[in-house]
């Protein structure tokens, strides 16, 4: 109606006019939003979203797509444009727009992201082919238990691809053929970078700060709650829960598989997980 002057008038200087975003995961508001180019992270998140609910914090959004960066909220006030993106690593991409609430556990962001890309990469060149289920499988080990591990040159395994992840995601960056194998390591190297902190604790403590990765979590039994009803053990699909009737029951750690049935059970709150 206005003419290409008018519309290239909105945005900025180097990335005119509007751009929608798929807006989705932890927040208010999701939808397709349409916002002019160099509008702030933070003005799409909580003024147009409408913020985090549930009373959780704000911990990054994924702007781009699989191939995208996560981004933390010591750069959430970036300006949405081609250039600001590209320089906090991150990409416009396809328009996608995810936020996360601080219980997303970056290490399993990067897992899933990377499983999609893998199993879309064409297999031409080998940085991309093989680059990326590299990456795929330092990820599931960091991210997977200690009774997975049957030798001790598993165990060296997990240290040495934390050791070489950078370096690897790099490799596949400057030597893919193409623009998925150049961007596929956009999730590693943005979390690397922004949440290391995370990498760390899987690593050395085999702890997931967030929570979420179910092969890190330890079961047990508050004695000061367990009255020894036993619906704990009725509902352990592996036998793994022991006890006599009307005294504090436990939780055998090597049959656990983690499934969630005795806390979600139990009537007394008894169950920590860690």
Do not use: W
């Amino acid at each position: 109606k206005y003419g290409p002057e008018r519309y290239a008038g909105i945005g900025t200087e180097t990335s005119k006019g509007t751009k929608i975003f798929a807006l989705s995961g932890q927040v208010r508001n999701v939808g397709l939003v349409e916002v002019p180019m160099g509008v702030s992270l933070r003005e799409i998140v909580f003024d147009i979203g409408g913020g985090i609910p549930g009373g959780k914090k704000f911990k990054a959004v994924q702007i781009g797509g699989p191939s995208g960066g996560a981004l933390p909220e010591s750069v959430i006030d970036t300006p949405v444009d081609y250039e600001s993106l590209k320089e906090v690593g991150a990409m416009m991409g396809s328009g996608g727009l995810v936020v996360m609430d601080e219980s997303t556990c970056m290490v399993d962001l990067a897992k899933y992201f990377m499983t999609f890309i893998q199993s879309e990469s064409c297999g031409k060149c080998i940085p991309c082919r093989e680059g990326t289920k590299r990456l795929l499988e330092i990820l599931e080990r960091l991210t997977s238990s200690h009774r997975d591990e049957t030798s001790q040159e598993q165990s060296l395994l997990r240290f040495q691809g934390m050791v070489y992840l950078e370096r690897l995601a790099s490799v596949i960056k400057d030597t893919s053929l193409c623009g998925l194998g150049q961007t596929a390591a956009n999730p590693v190297m943005s979390t690397l970078k922004y949440f290391r902190e995370e990498y760390e604790a899987h690593l050395y403590e085999r702890h997931c700060p967030a929570g979420a990765c179910r092969e890190l979590l330890t079961y047990t039994i508050d004695a000061d709650r367990c009255n020894g009803c036993g619906l704990c053990a009725k509902k352990c699909p592996q036998d793994a829960i022991v006890g006599v009737k009307k005294q504090v029951h436990h939780i055998i750690d090597e049959k656990c598989i983690r499934c969630d049935q005795c806390r979600v059970n139990c009537n007394f709150d008894a169950i920590c997980v860690n």
